[in-house]
């Protein structure tokens, strides 16, 4: 049975005039710790290894040739579809097939999207809302609409906002320092930071919803909130530790996920994708590896909660291979390679935040095996894999990653995995 609690209204601090109230999923995880390949399985209810989206998408890596993402789907189906603001799974916006492209074509090879200010939030939200104003959606329809918030700006010091631009800022002494990082100056600060374009965000929403109430349709119209992994954070974004998958997932659709509760089973965001077309009566495809938790939602007594879900990483702006499992209650992280304690992303490194816990951090070398009690150690920060109580966890859950990784064909299985353009793979600073 779902276990459930009062969510209240959604979103949670926002200046819209609207009073949606939603579904909120507690323990939903991106796939992978990073944006490229999480945003690919929300869009293809596959596992990165498997849908080919290992790294980031202008780092040269791709889908596969014949993956077949959620446009396609409600596009074959009878939706209008269109795609506002940021996309970062393919520097190819015409293997979309989105019927409306309303923002720039600004991924390119080699360049990160964090230089682009076009997809703001506020700036996005505004297009949007102005569609709706000059009723430029046909009905049925679908809008994915992404915003540069909440990410650092990679070009200059890994600030969280842009030259000559302030957010709404908190004060560094007022926030709440995070449980698994010690509390330090530059944290605050970046923490402060990062609740500005949280604000934005939160009125970006804000102003979606308010368009969509103004058009009287907010009856008929399934909206969905999720971010891809988890804050730019040392141990946060980059490892496969909760912090670093933990993805916001907030549902509305009146008659199914509209009465302000919460539910705590564990989700993966490849399980989106299947979801939305159980939602639309749309067969998911067999190939498809998540599952739909519509009858979560509907208090149906077939629904079998998730006992795990599995997560990976393998390039980012190094190569970083990681594969882990995660149940209710322990993590088993497996890694493939010579890695630092702790993976730094570049934007990470050069933040204050990253520059408080280098010493600490981008040092050698990460056990090749971690195994973390959740409910003891919440914050992971205490490796029980040697420990012989844990022996049994340790083996079922090894076991376990390890089919999983066989059954779909994992190519890291068969050695050290490079981008179609590598010619060898970079050694870490630390093994120079």
């Known amino acids: 049975m779902a276990r459930r609690r009062t969510a209240g209204r959604w979103p949670p601090n926002s200046r819209t005039s609207s009073s949606f109230t939603a579904t909120l999923f507690s323990k939903h995880f991106g796939t992978a710790p990073q944006c490229s390949p999480s945003r690919g399985s929300l869009m293809t209810g596959r596992y990165p290894h498997v849908n080919g989206l290992m790294g980031l998408a202008h780092g040269e890596w791709e889908l596969d040739e014949d993956e077949r993402i959620l446009p396609h789907y409600l596009s074959e ?3 209008e579809t269109h795609l506002f603001g940021l996309q970062h799974i393919t520097q190819d916006t015409d293997r979309l097939r989105f019927d409306h492209i309303h923002s720039e074509k600004n991924l390119y090879p080699g360049v990160s999207p964090a230089v682009h200010e076009a997809n703001r939030a506020n700036t996005v939200a505004d297009v949007v809302s102005e569609c709706f104003d000059q009723e430029k959606f046909d009905s049925p329809f679908f809008a994915s609409v992404g915003f540069f918030e909440i990410h650092r700006d990679q070009e200059d010091s890994g600030r969280f906002g842009f030259r000559g631009d302030e957010y709404d800022t908190d004060d560094p002494q007022s926030v709440r320092p995070l449980s698994y990082l010690p509390d330090r100056r530059g944290i605050r600060h970046d923490l ?9 965000v939160d009125e970006a929403v804000g102003t ?5 109430a103004g058009a009287g349709i907010e009856d008929e119209t399934l909206v969905i909130f999720t971010t891809e992994h988890g804050i730019a954070f040392p141990r946060a974004k980059g490892s496969c530790y909760d912090a670093g998958l933990e993805a916001a997932l907030v549902m509305r659709y009146p008659g199914l996920a509209d009465g302000g509760a919460a539910y705590d089973e564990l989700l993966s965001n490849v399980d989106v994708l ?5 939602i639309l009566d749309i067969d998911v495809p067999a190939d498809v590896e998540g599952r739909s938790f519509r009858p979560l939602l509907a208090d149906d007594e077939s629904y079998e909660e998730r006992d795990h879900v599995f997560a990976e990483m393998t390039w980012h702006d190094m190569y970083n291979p990681v594969r882990a499992i995660r149940t209710d209650r322990y993590k088993y992280i497996r890694s493939f390679w010579h890695l630092p304690k702790v993976y730094l992303s570049a934007d990470v490194f050069a933040s204050e935040a990253g520059r408080e ?9 990460r056990p090749y095996e971690e195994l973390y009690d959740l409910r003891e150690a919440p914050q992971e920060d205490e490796n029980v894999v040697y420990e012989p109580r844990y022996q049994d966890v340790r083996v079922d859950l090894s076991q376990r990653l390890h089919t999983w990784m066989a059954e779909t064909d994992d190519p890291l299985l068969d050695g050290p995995v490079a981008p179609p353009d590598a010619e060898e793979i970079r050694r870490w600073p630390h093994e120079s």
């Open 208 to 212: 979606i919803l308010d368009a969509i």
């Open 77 to 79: 189906a009878g939706y």
């Open 274 to 278: 299947p979801t939305i077309l159980d």
């Open 192 to 200: 402060a930071e990062m609740h500005g374009m949280v604000y934005a």
């Open 357 to 365: 816990v280098r010493e600490q951090y981008a040092v050698p070398t």
